[in-house]
């Protein structure tokens, strides 16, 4: 083990930032937006709203609601020329790398909204950001099945435009089913934002450089992928498919404990979370809703889910480490049960994340001390040596 060749370099840098805009107690279980408790958002409140209240710090008054949300709806439409960004991906790329491609092309489309230091600008690349992003995930995902594009429509509210591009067929009819609709709202106030998560911290670390917001989004859209993180939603799908029915359950428990198996119950733990993450409450009870709207209540993969759930929380293991469910646990199963794919659960996280990255950004730009200073760390690599000429190595 080589020296620690420490020194002191004459600052403290922050990793971390100060922030108004979301609060966690993860000892508690707890979630506020600006101070207003999730689940309360997510029973009373719709995603636009919670959109605005992230963004300005404060509810709005109907006037300022109606006035957000028409501009959101206004700018839900792509250039026609960004279509072409998408035919350069193969079919089978997944909708997260077009999404991560296709918001990064962004960057070289609207010249008008990247001077971070004009706040009209800033404005415009924030309604873009927002509007467009379902329309951009709604296509990733028709590309994915070689289905033509569904235009936004200007009569239909957030969530239901969402189905509505995604579901859509021009050979017949498509009625938004409006429960379905409420639980997709539901599922995107629940992922708006969650402080300095990792994919948030990557948008503030790209941005404090100055650099181009959708640049600086995309990267977000990037980090988001992991399935350490939103991509923890499709993994935790697929694992609760794998296990399949109840009786196989222990064996599964049996691994997650075993330290020398890599594998993980995926939508359990959080590195912040030491209590259940208050969201996965809320998506539990709406798993309930849809899927008995839907005539599946006895959905297998939701059975195995609660089986699982109620097993891993019987075992000390998991409570020794505070390892609950977060907010990945049930969102696969309402997902599927819509409709969506596997491969479409972590586009629709960045969808609804897309507010919380903007929110923070526009804090760090706004307000130097908000900003992630740059993270420092503690060197434990070889000490200083003198170079050694090949012949004598
Ligand atoms: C999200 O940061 C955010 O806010 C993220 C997010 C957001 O809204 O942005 O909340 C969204 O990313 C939620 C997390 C989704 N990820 C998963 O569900 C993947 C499965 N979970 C893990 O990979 C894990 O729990 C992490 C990555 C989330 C956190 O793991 P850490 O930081 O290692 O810490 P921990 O406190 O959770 O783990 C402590 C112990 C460790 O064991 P020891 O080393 O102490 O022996 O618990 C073990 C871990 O190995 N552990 C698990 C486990 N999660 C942690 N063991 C089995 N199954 C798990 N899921």
Known sequence: QADVFTYDPGFTSTAACDSTITFIDGFKGELLHRGYPIDQLAEKSHYLEVCYLLLYGALPSAEQLEEFEHIVTHHTMLHEQMMNFFRGFRRDAHPMAIMTGVVGAMSAFYHDSTDIADERQREIATFRLIAKMPTIAAMAYK???????????????????FLRMCFAVPAEEYEVNPILARAMDRIFTLHADHEQNASTSTVR?????????????????????????????????????????????????????????????????????????????????????????????????????????????????????????????????????????????????????????????????????????????????????????????
């Open 143 to 161: 590309y994915t099945v070689g289905q033509p594009f569904v235009y936004p429509r200007n009569d239909l509210d957030y969530a239901s435009n």
């Open 205 to 393: 670390l790209a941005s404090s450089s100055g650099a181009n917001p959708f640049a600086c989004i995309a990267a977000g859209i990037a980090c988001l992928w992991g399935p350490a993180h939103g991509g923890a939603n499709q993994a935790c799908l697929e694992m609760l498919k794998e296990i399949g029915t109840v009786d196989r359950i222990p064996e599964f428990i049996a691994r997650a404990k075993d330290k020398d198996d890599p594998f993980r119950l995926m939508g359990f733990g959080h590195r912040v979370y030491k209590n259940f993450d208050p969201r996965a409450k809320v998506m539990k009870q709406s798993a309930d809703e849809v899927l008995d709207l839907l005539g599946v209540e006895n959905n297998p993969v939701l059975q195995v889910a609660k089986e699982l759930e109620k097993a891993a929380l019987a075992d000390p293991y998991f409570a020794d480490k505070k390892l609950f469910p977060n907010v990945d646990f049930y969102s696969g199963v309402i997902l599927e049960a819509m409709g969506f794919p596997t491969s479409m659960f972590t586009p629709i996280f960045a969808v609804s994340r897309t507010v919380g990255w903007i929110s923070q950004w526009k804090e760090m730009i706004t307000d130097p001390a908000m900003k992630i200073g740059r993270p420092r760390q503690l060197y434990v690599g070889e000490t200083e040596r003198d170079y050694v000429d090949i012949e004598n190595r």
